[in-house]
């Protein structure tokens, strides 16, 4: 069983930077493609950005596009979402997500999913 634990979250002014960490336990990641979604007080969960298994592709939001970048070491079980130019409309908690088949933003399309981290963003 996929096991997902996120880290990397904090307290940041906006115009920040954050790297959040995904790492997996009871399986290789490699097998996996990984979604990064977030959730806002009193929102539904939004996907942000998605990478291949071997991390030849990846997808945005329209709303994180060109800020965020997804990345992956498959060889620590890794992966990482890395966030720039914050904005207070990125505030919310980070979950990382895991699927063998799914590709994309949807929440619905992945099996497995971390505990959050939360991302603050305030002056």
């Known amino acids: 069983q996929l096991q997902l634990v996120e880290s990397g979250g904090g307290l940041v002014q906006p115009g920040g930077s954050l790297r959040l960490s995904c790492v997996a336990s009871?399986?290789?990641?490699?097998?996996?493609?990984i979604g990064w979604f977030r959730q806002a007080p009193g929102k539904g969960r939004e996907g942000v950005s998605c990478?291949?298994?071997?991390?030849?592709?990846?997808e945005y939001s329209s709303s994180v596009k060109g800020r965020f970048t997804a990345s992956r070491d498959n060889a620590k079980n890794t992966a990482y979402l890395e966030m720039n130019s914050l904005k207070s409309e990125d505030e919310g908690v980070y979950y990382c997500?895991?699927?063998?088949?799914?590709?994309?933003?949807?929440?619905?399309?992945?099996?497995?999913w971390g505990q959050g981290t939360q991302v603050t963003v305030t002056v």
């Open positions: 997500a895991a699927d063998l088949d799914g590709y994309g933003l949807g929440t619905g399309l992945y099996d497995y």
């Open positions: 990478i291949s298994s071997d991390g030849t592709h990846s």
């Open positions: 009871g399986d290789a990641l490699a097998y996996y493609t």
